[in-house]
């Protein structure tokens, strides 16, 4: 069975600091991805990732395969970025379907 | 470009009963993936369609179905409803999909609020 660990469940950043979010996976896990979803539901993919490192203006995601560890790191944090960040992971399951595992999320506040 | 839509955007059902969610994907988007999301459970992956066959599967009973059109347009059913059924239901979208493990985002509808009285 695929899982995903995430930490920390919940942050609170002043607006300017640098954050950064983890996630561990399991095995059986090939490509992460990261999400982010406002207060209504709506969900928005920010990276998937199977290797390296992605940037995408303030927001940088790396992987470790080798470790199976990510990280998503927010420079220069801003009350916009409230939100609840959550990494799911890609895999095949024992019964041999291709599903996305998500972890429990990171509820972040950045206070101004 | 449209994004995914979903409808309805909220739905009240009681015990019992059966419910059909909608879902629209992107233009040019084949593959249609369901999640559910509980407060207790967090997000799960209910199942995907690519080119109107089911192509991946979640740990969900056989009262959560699906379907996919020529369109791509794709809808989910759950017959005889249960508390528990509660919950806010995602689509996402893609070109080709979670199974062929390419680089690709996925692209996520508002959701379908479904609370079950």
């Known amino acids: 069975k695929n899982e995903v660990e995430q930490s920390p469940q919940n942050l609170t950043a002043q607006e300017g600091e640098f954050i950064t979010i983890n996630c561990s996976y399991s095995v059986g896990i090939s490509a992460l991805h990261w999400l982010q979803q406002h207060p209504g539901g709506g969900i928005v993919s920010l990276f998937m990732l199977s290797s390296g490192k992605k940037k995408h203006g303030r927001l940088i995601a790396t992987i470790n395969i080798q470790e199976k560890h990510s990280s998503l790191h927010i420079t220069a944090s801003h009350p916009r970025d409230s939100a609840v960040y959550i990494c799911a992971g890609g895999g095949y399951s024992g019964a041999g379907s291709y599903q996305l595992t998500f972890g429990k999320g990171t509820k972040l506040s950045v206070i101004p | 470009k449209a994004g995914v839509t979903q409808t309805p955007r909220y739905l009240i059902k009681t015990r019992g009963q059966q419910v059909t969610l909608s879902c629209s994907p992107i233009?040019?988007?084949?593959?249609v993936s369901w999640y559910q999301q509980t407060p207790g459970q967090g997000l799960q992956f209910l199942f995907e369609y690519f080119s109107e066959t089911q192509r991946n599967k979640g740990n969900f009973p056989g009262r959560f179905s699906g379907r996919q059109f020529s369109n791509s347009r794709s809808e989910m059913n759950v017959s005889t409803l249960e508390l528990g059924d509660s919950a806010l239901y995602l689509c996402a979208s893609s070109l080709v999909g979670q199974g062929a493990l390419t680089n690709e985002k996925l692209f996520f509808g508002s959701g379908t609020q479904l609370s079950v009285l």
């Open positions: 233009s040019g988007h084949r593959s």
